[in-house]
Every structure is written in C-alpha cells, then in structure tokens.
C-alpha cells in the first residue's frame, strides 16, 4: 500500500494538472459567452478578466477588491494582470480579456485598423509625468527647447542649460514604453532615438533611485513618484501640479484607457461605471496618484488636439 | 505443494498489473514531455522567423547591424549590440566564477572535505535559492554606486551586471565542479601520493587534469544559466541598445531587452515579431551551449 503511495501521488498530480488545464478552458468559455448575452441587471454575475498596463494596474486592483465586497456585485470576479499595454490591448482585441489597460490610444500601439475600430475606450484616470533630475544639477526650470536637446544628445553638459559643470546622463524608458510615449509626444514633440551611454528601466522605482543617486541624471516619472530626493524640473516655467494639469497649462500627461471589445456586457460596464463613480475618483485614483477624470477641464483625443 | 502455489498466484497477476500502469503512465508523461518541447520549440521558432520572412528583415541585417530603433521612421531591427552584450557579459561572469567555482569545489572535496562539504556547500546552494530580482536589487544599490565611487561615471555597465552574474552562476559552477571531483576514483588520488606528490601536486598535476572535460561542464553549464538570465542583469546593465566601448557603458543583452518591451508591443508587430527573433537566438546559443555539454562528457568517458 505504502510502496505505492507516490505513484498515487503522481498519477493525481499528473490528472490535476490536466484538469486545471481544462478548467481554465471551460473559464475562457464562460467568459466569452457572459460576454455577448448580457445577464439581467437583477443578479449581475460574470468573470471580468483585466489585464495590461502596470502602471494602471494598482487602481484596476484596488478597485476590483472594492468592487466585489459590494453586495450586488458579489457575484462577479474581477481579475487583473499586469503585462504591459501591448499585451493588453491585444488580448482585448483577441478576446482573451474582457478589458485591455492601456496608457495609450491603441491606435498608437495596434497595427491592424480594423482591430482598433472594434474596441471601445474607457478613460478612467489621467496621469501625468514631470522631468526629474539630481539634485546637484542646479537647473529647476527647461524648456520645450533644452529638453529636446538634452534627449536627443545635443547638449551633453548641465552648464549649457544654466546648471554646473557636470555631464549629463539620461535614464529614459525603452523606446516601446506607454510612459515614454507620452513624454515624447507632448513634453518633446518628437520621437527619440536612445543615445549612446544613456540608461534605461523599466520600472519607475528603479527610475527614482537612478536619478537620484547618480550625478548629473535627468529622467522623467509620474507625480506619484516624485519626492524629496529628486529635483522635479519646471516645463516651460509651469509646475508639475495637479491643478496646473487640470485647467491645461501643464500639457504632459495621457489618459489611462481601460479597452473592451465592443458593447460591454452588463458585469464589465457596472465595474467601468464603479471606477468612474465618485467613491473611486475622489479617494483611490487620488490616492494612488492619478488625476480623476472629473477635474479635468481639457480633453485630449487621438492626435493631440485639446479641446476646453 | 498446492498450498504454496496459491498465493503466489494472485502477486504474480499483480506485478503483471503494475507493471503494465506504470508502463503506461511514464509511456504518457513522455509523449506528454515530448509534444510540449517540440512545441515550444516550434512556437519560439515561427514567431522568431516570421520576422523574416512575413515583415522582410534579412538575417544579416538583423543579425549585424549595430542600430535598434523599432519605432523610429524608418525602423532599424539591428540586434547585434545585444548579442555583443549577451556575450561579453556571459563570458567574462565565466570568467570570474569559473576560478572561484573551482577553489571552492577543490576546498569542499581535496582540502578540508568534512567541514567544507557541511559548512560551504549549504551556504553555495543557498546562493541559488535567492530569487534573481534580489540579486538586482542588490546590484542596484551596491555595486552600481560602488563601481561609481571608484571609477566615476554612471556604474551601470557590462561590469556591474557580469558581477551580478558570476556570483548567480556560482552554485551552478560550484556544484558541478565538486560532483566531478568527487566522482574520481580514490585509486588515482592514492597513487599520486604514493608516489611521493604532496597534495597541491597531486591537485594539480592529477585531479585537475583528469577531471577537466567535467569542470568544463560546469563553467558551460553556468555560462548556459548567464545567457538566460534576464531580471538581475536588466537592472544594472543600463539597455542603452548600442554596442559597448568601454566595461563600465550602459549595454544591453537579449534578454534585458525581450523583458523590457515584449509587455509593451502588441503581438504580430514587426517590433514584437524582432523580440521572438532574438529568443530564437537565445534559443539556438542553449542548444549550441547543450551540444558543448555533450561533446564534453564525451571526451569525459574515453
């Protein structure tokens, strides 16, 4: 009996693996299939699968446990992944995940127009980005102009954009980050290619500590991450604040876009219309260090345009 | 006589039984085993080539030319700074922990084999055990400052992520290195110091020559691990996608620059499709590193 108690073993393991494989079929199924009917708005039930962007993904969480602990919801289950937003956006548009988070219009990502013609965006939050350097530069203020320079390797020394006598070093993100994009887009105008020497992560805390702690960095990093051991830089005079952001003065920041693939169903749209809803604007997207959609008083679309 | 046939009987059908699930059921793990590599191999390898031949990129081109800029009008697919970085930053991690791999293996087997084999091998295979995202962290905040301090500049570089490495690829070396040594035949050892060899004698002159295809296995196995290891060395290398001059430049290797982007490219993009190409690559050099390890144990036996 003994002797064969392993072997037992294995064989289940062997069989629960198979069936685990099996059962997350069966969820995709089921997913797929809540997805087109749409239950009745009496009993919501349904499996929310969110997956993309990570620098959407702490509020899509925090939000998501929120929203199950609701009583009418308790029948839904929201789960989310990180994965970048290009992993977002095509799963979404693949119909693996019900929503996509992404830091970008997916026309910028997707290649395929008609794939980007099915999905649906959802703007939940706006978060901004500011550039950032050492504290020793002593610059506090760069314009469009100098930040073009100094990204694209022109000005290599600090005293050349008023500062000291001290080489410039660039920690960027790689050339297919959301974050980089916006910075390129409405800080620089332009796209830029790396520069030999120049640094680059992929993470925000490890952004933070590079600039910091190496003499002579320049970076850029969303308002929540900035703090005192950093100096955040001026843009064209105008401070990186959440007020100069939402009346339009301060024009680096992007939308975060949650994608569904057509119509949501009715379980997807309660959880986009909870996200939206007062409760999670007014305390966790400020919370966590995004702008709510609610004091935005510019709106942006696809090519840059803003509108009052 | 009939007494004793019987029970032998029913234990004889049992063992028929048994040995008939067991060959059944290690007959489906393997096909099991087999049809997951054949298609993670072909998965790997249909993304990585459709980058040449659905987008057009040609080999050479892809596989010499110095400029990366994917989103950049128009578009350079040039992967060599990153196969450079992967190279340089794998063999000299070889380089450092192969001699330290060996000194402790010689440590735990020839010199002092009770204490070493208690105390330094439990604290070489705890090495291992640390998650790779620690040991960037801890590249992060003391070698790239202490590179800094000494030699000016940034600290991020090949040299602060073959640190980072040599030390991940040491219980591999390590341990790989001992199981060798120890595997060689007393006889050998006690010849040599009948002969009248002091013991760095016979380490040197007998041990190492005897073992050396099987050492070999072991800095080939760890160069094998340092090729693929992506997390810690993206953390301290800097991925600036250009082909290093100096040790203490920002570099990238192929797999910092797949983890970088491949979350941020939608599948099917040309961009996306460039990053499959070079973990085809990585795929190809673990094949190559596997055939290395063959063809030493070969050498090993005769």
Known sequence: MFKKLPFILMTLTFVLVLAACGSKNDAGTEGAASNGSGEAATELSGNILAVGSTALLPLVEQAGQKFMAVDEYKNVTVQVQGGGSGTGLTQVSDGQATIGNSDVFAEEKLEDEAKVKELVDHQVAVVAMAPVSNKDTGVEDLTKQQLIDIFSGKVTNWKDVGGADQAIVIVNRPSSSGTRATFEKYALGEKMGDIQGSIQEDSSGNVRKLVAETPGAIGYLALSYLDDSLTVLKYEGVEATVENVEAGTYPVWAYEHMYTKGTPDAATQAFLDYILSDEIQQNDVTELGYIPMSGMKVKRDVAGNVVQ | ?302
């Open chain 2, 1 to 302: 006589m009939n007494n004793k046939l019987k029970p032998r009987r029913p234990l004889k059908e049992k063992h028929y039984w048994e040995e008939w699930t067991g060959r059944i059921y290690t007959s489906i793990c393997v096909v099991f085993l087999i049809v997951v590599m054949f298609s993670i191999v072909y998965f790997v390898a249909s993304k990585g080539l459709s980058t040449f031949f659905q987008n057009g990129i040609s080999i050479s081109e892809f596989l010499g030319g110095k400029t990366w800029n994917p989103t950049g009008e128009p578009a350079f697919y040039g992967a060599l700074p990153f196969i450079t970085g992967s190279f340089i930053t794998t063999l000299l991690a070889a380089l450092i922990a192969s001699p330290l791999g060996l000194c402790a293996a010689l440590f735990m087997t020839e010199i002092v084999p009770g204490k070493g084999k208690k105390i330094l091998q439990p604290a070489i295979e705890l090495l291992s055990g640390i998650p790779s995202v620690v040991y960037g962290f801890i590249g992060l905040s003391v070698i790239v400052p202490l590179l800094r301090s000494i030699f000016g500049g940034t600290g991020v570089g090949i040299a602060a992520g073959c640190l980072v490495l040599a030390v991940m690829i040491l219980p591999t070396v390590t341990s790989i290195m001992a199981d060798a040594l120890s595997a060689l035949p007393k006889g050998l050892r006690e010849s040599s110091y009948a002969l009248g060899a002091t013991r760095w004698q016979t380490i040197y002159r007998v041990i190492i020559p005897t073992t050396l295809p099987a050492l070999l296995t072991g800095v080939v196995l760890g160069m094998a691990r340092a090729f693929g290891e992506a997390l810690a060395v993206q953390m301290v290398i800097g991925n600036a996608p250009h082909v290093p001059t100096s040790l203490l430049e920002s570099a990238s290797t192929l797999t910092s620059v797949i983890t970088l982007s491949m979350g941020n490219t939608t599948m099917g993009s040309v961009h996306n499709n460039a990053l499959w190409s070079m973990a085809l690559v990585l795929l190809v050099m673990t094949f190559v590193f596997v055939i290395l390890v063959r063809l030493l144990e070969r050498r090993n036996r005769v």
